[in-house]
Structures are given as C-alpha cells and as structure tokens.
C-alpha cells in the first residue's frame, strides 16, 4: 500500500502479497473480521503473522492506526456534517420538488415537476460529545472527584493486616 507519491511505503518490508493485501484491508476498515473477508483469508492467519514475524506486526500497528484514523474521520462527518436519512409517508419515500432561485417549481421539459427523493440530515450528538471529550477532556472531560474524609474533615487510619483480627482488638 503506498501512500502519497514520494511517500515511504508505510509496509515497505511486507513482500507476501496476502500479508500487503490484508494490511491494506485493515488500514481501510479498522476491522480484522472485515480485513480477512476481503482479502479471503482465515483470520487466524493475522495472528499467526503477528506472532511470528516482527516487521508485520510493526506493519499491522500502523494499519490499525490508520483504520482508526478512518474511523475517526467518519464520527467526525457524522457529528459535523450529519447523514441524510429517507422521509417515508404511507410507507412510500416521500419527493420533495424542486424549486427555482424564486421560489417557483422546477419543470423539466415535458412541463412535469422535478421532484427528487425527500431526506432530513441527521446529526449525532453523542458522537460530537465523545469527540469533545477525547480532543479537549480538560473543558469537556467528565469532572468526578471522590474525596473521603474522617468527621470533622481529618484524616483516616487505614491499618492493613495480614491477619484478621476482631475490630475490638485492632489498635487505633
């Protein structure tokens, strides 16, 4: 798999064909279920090649780094941009009609209305949270801090023993 021309080849030292192939898959789907069924192969040939050569394994880190770069890329998309999502009505897809700069309905040139299947863009907030969370956790990040404390705000004595004791005979 090469990248940009110039670039160095990122596998440069994979030479077997299936083990490029699979590299290539995982770098695109971040899934070695999903890697294995495009290049048709067992799986359990990945971790055979993870065990018993280093520079595949080195290779198969940078494949999974770019898989979750895709990953990434598309929560990113979905946050940000959103997905169309079909509008049914009476369990058929609904059309929206066209309309001109003026307002006015576009007619092709049988004088029809143009119309073209109708969508709302969905957005995922969950996604636009975790994304927060992970790029900037100090302002967006989870704040729970568990504090314990003895009446009146002192300290506690934890006393650990190898023995167990009753709590009458434990020193305080």
């Known amino acids: 798999m090469a990248g940009k021309p110039g670039s160095p080849d990122p596998f440069g030292k994979i030479r077997h064909p299936k083990k490029r192939a699979f590299l290539a898959a995982m770098a695109n789907t ?8 495009i290049v048709r192969m067992d799986r359990d040939n990945h971790y055979l090649w993870l065990q018993k ?5 080195a290779a198969f880190e940078i494949a999974r ?7 990434e890329a598309e929560a990113v998309r979905r946050a940000h941009e959103g997905v169309a999502k079909p509008i049914f009505h009476g369990g058929k897809r609904a059309i929206d009609v066209v309309q001109n700069p003026d307002g006015s309905v576009k007619r092709d040139a049988a004088g029809k209305p143009i119309g073209i299947p109708a969508a709302v863009r969905e957005y995922s907030d969950t996604l636009l949270i975790f994304m927060l969370k992970g790029r900037n956790p100090a302002v967006f990040g989870d704040r729970q801090k568990q504090e314990h404390s003895a009446p009146g705000g002192g ?3 934890l006393v650990v023993r190898s023995v167990l004791q009753p709590p009458e005979e434990i020193e305080t």
Request: charged residues 25%; without cysteine.
């Open 155 to 157: 300290g506690i004595t």
């Open 53 to 57: 050569d280093p520079d595949y394994a």
């Open 65 to 71: 780094m770019r898989g979750v770069d895709v990953l």
């Open 30 to 37: 971040a899934n070695v279920v999903r890697a294995a069924e």
